[in-house]
């Protein structure tokens, strides 16, 4: 194994030629343990290394997580990726991430932001809890339409999202429960200001936050802070 590399939500080991891309899915972990350490229930996948260190662990309780073997390509931004990850986009934290390039792509579309923040064909890495950070962050409404909003808005927004990456990864990550944890097994400790935090005041300017239905899931936002227009 060469490296161990992300773009978004997509992990992959780099083999000689070729990557093992490990989709977690919704409950999937990788764990370092020692050799020698019992097996967990739900282990599916062990990996040993040549320098017989620790493995690496797939375990996972359902099953929509696994590891797929599979070519390099050249991906967006000239990054070399796996297959599966060739369609997408870079994600805030590459260095091959170009802002000017999204806040562009975003200004020619008539979709609203949150929708066009989600989608990993135009910036990737940018779930539905960190958009809802983001866009609190950034005092956007996620039903804005991107194409009437100004640029250094749209700035601003990736800016929020890229730092609330940041910190996400700096504090482990969001923990709703015990099935969210890093190699060693232990939760994030991410603060949400926004999301899952209906009818508890704003932090900012103490209004009770709202929750709406968004693509089948839930956005949340302040009504002071995040007009709709
Ligand atoms: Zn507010």
Redesign the pocket.
Known sequence: MRAAERRGKYLWLVLDGEALVIHLGMSGQLLVEPADSPRERHLHATLDFADDGPQLRFVDQRTFGGLALTDLVLGRGGREVPQPVAHIAPDPLETVYDQAGVVRALKAKNTEIKRALLDQGLVSGIGNIYADEALWRAGVHGRRITSTLTKPTLARVLDQAAEVMREALGQGGTSFDALYVNVNGASGRMTLNVYGREGRP?K????PIMRERFMNRSSHF?P??QRKR
Request: aromatic share 0%; glycine share 12%; charged share 10%.
């Open positions: 704003c900012r300017c103490g209004t302040c002071t802070c």
